[in-house]
């Protein structure tokens, strides 16, 4: 597969947006996706964080499988604050706000010694198409924070306010180099990478070998049919889709259907990264 790199200009710009705003923020919330919390995780973010207390979102828990707690466990073991998180879960509101009035407490409580009363206020950023626009809007309880299902949407700083708190919503950012291209594929496979860049048969054999090697029950439940090589199992999706051109297999179609099969979760709960992606992405 192509060495995968995606680092637009605009990314450069939101990294010293962020270093020059988050002196106003009292801790920051990075926005992880819980099918692959090391791939998501961007370095690069930390020195801007510095001292602020984080909050580890693991978000879209509903599409991951035990790998994903078992990720978070291992960085609560570690010290870090990491929390299991679906937007649509009941009560996953009431949970998060939770969290964040804990993460805070320290220093809105030093505020309110000196005579300062202002809601708690925090940076929430991540790597693109993870959800942190959605989970802005679930705390807004509005459509205050644009979003969709694509990488980039948002382009720009936005606060929102969130009844106890202020959100500096981010445009999302990838670090500059995407050094190990394991992790570089989950992201495109998640959609953190703009597909508009990549070679989607590529991303989607790429995907079917290991989903393959891991997951061959989610294949065999949505297609039928689970095969070693990932070029006869895309064939074989095209077939049974009935995405046929001439006769032929239509691949680009079969292409699509994979790739969105999976980000939709119709091949089952995954977790694509390891413990050990964790530890080496620095997360525990």
């Known amino acids: 597969m192509k060495t995968i790199q995606w680092y637009p200009g605009h990314m450069a710009k939101a990294m010293r947006m962020m270093e020059e705003n988050v002196s106003l923020c009292d801790a920051v919330v990075f926005v992880l996706d819980a099918r692959a919390p090391a791939s998501t995780f961007n370095p690069k973010l930390l020195p801007i964080a510095g001292s602020r207390p984080i909050l580890y979102l693991l978000n879209k828990s509903d599409l991951a499988d035990r790998g994903a707690a078992e990720i978070a466990a291992a960085m609560r073991a570690s010290g870090r604050r990491a929390l299991l998180f ?39 950023a991540g790597i693109p198409n ?25 382009r720009a700083k936005q606060w929102v306010k969130c009844g106890a708190f202020d959100l500096l919503d981010t445009p999302g950012t990838m670090p500059p ?72 297999p239509d691949l680009e179609r079969g292409v699509r259907a994979v790739i969105d099969d999976f980000r939709k979760g119709r091949l089952g709960r995954v977790c694509l990264d390891t413990a050990d992606d964790a530890r080496g992405a620095g997360l525990s």
């Open 86 to 124: 679906s937007a649509g879960a009941r009560g996953g509101a009431r949970l998060l706000r939770e969290e964040m009035a804990s993460l805070a407490r320290e220093r809105t409580e030093r505020l309110a010694a000196r005579g300062v009363g202002r809601p708690a206020r925090f940076l929430v």
């Open 130 to 154: 993870t959800g942190k626009s959605t989970v802005i809007n679930l705390l807004a309880g509005a459509g205050k924070a644009q979003t969709g299902d694509r990488a980039g949407v948002t």
């Open 177 to 248: 180099s995407c050094e190990d291209q394991r992790l570089a594929a989950r992201l495109a496979f998640v959609g953190s990478i703009n597909d508009d860049v990549l070679d989607l048969e590529e991303i989607s054999l790429a995907l079917l070998a290991e989903l393959y090697a891991r997951y061959p029950e989610g294949l065999r439940a949505r297609y039928g049919a689970a095969e070693e090589d990932p070029a006869a199992m895309l064939e074989a999706v095209c077939k049974r889709r009935c995405f046929l051109r001439g006769g032929e």
